[in-house]
């Protein structure tokens, strides 16, 4: 009887997450829609960024970059591509953190999330892979400094 009752919880919690998890993203959707409709151009960004900030237990690093390039301005993409990558729940992996590097507009913004594309880079990794990254910042103080970050690695 236990079993049974803990194998029921079990499948409830799965169906119950499942549902929950599209039901979150209608939300987004439905966030990000109410958000079109601001008057001008920075407060449709600022309210679409709430939307991420609101939903970012649950958004993927994917779909959070893709939200980012629809944005007005090119300072609030940015800063939305930083949150993408410092602030979700779901930490970005090394080639995610590179796709959205390479999308930023900024120099500064990119190189500051070059840096942590480096941090994600595993220990396995070839010591080329670091430099590679390293050679890709755009402020020339950023490249030295990453390259001796590799050096050392």
Do not use: H
């Not at 009752?5 to 039901?23: D, E, P, R, Y």
């Not at 920075?42 to 939903?55: H, S, Y």
């Not at 729940?89 to 930023?104: G, L």
């Amino acid at each position: 009887m236990v079993r049974l009752l803990i194998l029921m919880s079990g499948v409830f919690l799965l169906f119950n997450g499942k549902a929950w998890s599209q039901a979150t993203q209608a939300q987004l959707q439905s966030c990000l829609v109410k958000a079109g409709a601001g008057l001008d151009p920075a407060e449709r960004d600022d309210a679409k960024f709430g939307c991420i900030q609101k939903f970012s237990e649950s958004i993927s690093v994917e779909r959070c970059a893709s939200i980012a390039s629809k944005m007005e301005y090119t300072t609030t993409e940015d800063e939305i591509r930083k949150f993408c990558i410092f602030s979700l729940k779901a930490n970005p992996t090394f080639s995610q953190c590179m796709n959205v590097a390479k999308a930023t507009e900024y120099s500064e913004n990119g190189d500051e999330i070059r840096w942590q594309c480096l941090r994600l880079i595993s220990p396995g990794n070839s010591m080329k892979e670091c430099l590679k990254v390293s050679k890709d910042m755009v402020m020339p103080y950023n490249k030295r400094r990453a390259a001796d970050f590799c050096v050392s690695y």
